[in-house]
């Protein structure tokens, strides 16, 4: 079992910067994979960007060059720099876990979300 509960989320001005904060109730080095997906009003949700417990990362096109996912092992947190934003960006944002089970196979978890606002 994994509790996520994200944090940072705000109204921003395109071009400026914010920094979603994902804290997990277990160690992130024990997650095969944490990530953070972006739902739009009347979208779906899509991925924007995944780490794994060994550290690699990739991210959606869209963000590619303009956002920065982390982790801080000691505090069991997970980021997502985000920069340059632009309206576009504007979405709930949702952090994810993937576990693997040997008894039950993958397993997701999600936290309750938090919203992102870019102001043209």
């Known amino acids: 079992q994994v509790q996520l509960v994200e944090s940072g989320g705000g109204l921003v001005q395109t071009g400026g910067s914010l920094r979603l904060s994902c804290a997990a109730s277990?160690?992130?080095?024990?997650?095969?994979?944490m990530g953070w997906y972006r739902q739009a009003p009347g979208k779906q949700r899509t991925w924007v960007a995944r780490?794994?417990?060994?550290?690699?990362?990739n991210y959606a096109d869209s963000v590619k060059g303009r956002f920065t996912i982390s982790g801080d092992i000691a505090n069991n947190t997970v980021y997502l720099q985000m920069n340059a934003v632009k309206p576009e960006d504007t979405a709930a944002y949702y952090c994810n876990a993937k576990l693997f089970n040997p008894g039950s196979g993958w397993l997701n978890y999600w936290g309750q979300g938090t919203q992102v606002t870019v102001s043209s």
């Open positions: 277990r160690s992130i080095a024990s997650i095969n994979t």
């Open positions: 780490i794994t417990s060994g550290g690699g990362t």
